[in-house]
């Protein structure tokens, strides 16, 4: 790999994704290309339906794309079998989402602590590694809380935890801010900010939010009827 190529750390080529509808099928991606840089701060922008979500659970290996390529940290994704698609999803990748996808019966530092169960940590460093995770998003005081205890802004905070713990290269986070109101959305972005600098994470923000997209990454990517635009 060149030194070029090591720089970056998602390279999509050619993308599409068509989902089998009962009337006609959905193309919700139409060969979509993209470069992301290693530290890079994107945003997504595009209106509801224009297939942002479908790239990013195909970046975030939760899908499959219909036909084209796409690597990550060096990874061809469209070649890995489920079980190394569960690792990729450990290790290397991060997401968060508009609803947060918290586990209502267990507390903050439960919820943080469950995405190293599955990569063998010892249950004491899980804790550790939890607690200090809720300290980074400024959430000492509220480990022992359940998600249904907690406001919006603070839930998305948890889920902010859970998704950087395993340390990943890239957070994916599909509107992050939508079911927040605005300072609190600024808030939770600046938070986002700052965890993904300090450790080194690439961002990929879907919003709906031009004025925060534009003020606050690196480069804004819209998405028009499955291409980017
Ligand atoms: N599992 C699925 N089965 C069938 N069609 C789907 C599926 N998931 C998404 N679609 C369709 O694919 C298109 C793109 O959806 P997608 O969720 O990627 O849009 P989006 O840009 O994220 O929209 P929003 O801003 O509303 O979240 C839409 O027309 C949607 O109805
Ligand atoms: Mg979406």
Request: net charge positive.
């Amino acid at each position: 790999m060149s030194r070029a190529d090591s720089d970056v750390i998602v390279r999509a080529a050619d993308l599409s994704r068509t989902f089998a509808a009962a009337s006609a099928p959905v193309h919700a991606l139409r060969g979509v290309s993209l470069e992301v840089r290693r530290g890079e701060k994107v945003a997504l922008l595009g209106r509801s339906g224009s297939g942002k979500s479908s790239l990013l659970n195909i970046l975030g290996g939760l899908d499959r794309p219909t036909s084209g390529s796409v690597h990550v940290a060096g990874l061809d994704l469209t070649r890995l079998t489920a079980v190394q698609l569960a690792h990729y999803r450990s290790t290397i990748v991060g997401m968060i989402f508009q609803s947060f996808h918290l586990i209502a019966a267990r507390t903050a530092l439960q919820n943080v602590e469950l995405p190293m169960v599955f990569n063998g940590r010892k249950p004491r460093d899980r804790r550790d590694a939890a607690r200090q995770a809720l300290e980074a998003v400024g959430l000492s005081e509220r480990m022992r809380h359940r998600p249904g205890e907690l406001s919006g802004g603070e839930r998305q905070r948890v889920a902010i935890a859970r998704a950087l713990v395993n340390h990943p290269e890239i957070l994916l986070a599909d509107e992050p801010t939508g079911n927040l109101d605005t300072a609190t959305a600024a808030e939770i972005f600046d938070i986002l900010e700052e965890n993904c600098r300090r450790g080194g994470v690439t961002l990929l923000l879907v919003t709906h939010d031009e004025e925060l997209a534009r003020r606050r990454v690196d480069r804004v990517l819209r998405m028009q009827d499955g291409r980017l635009s």
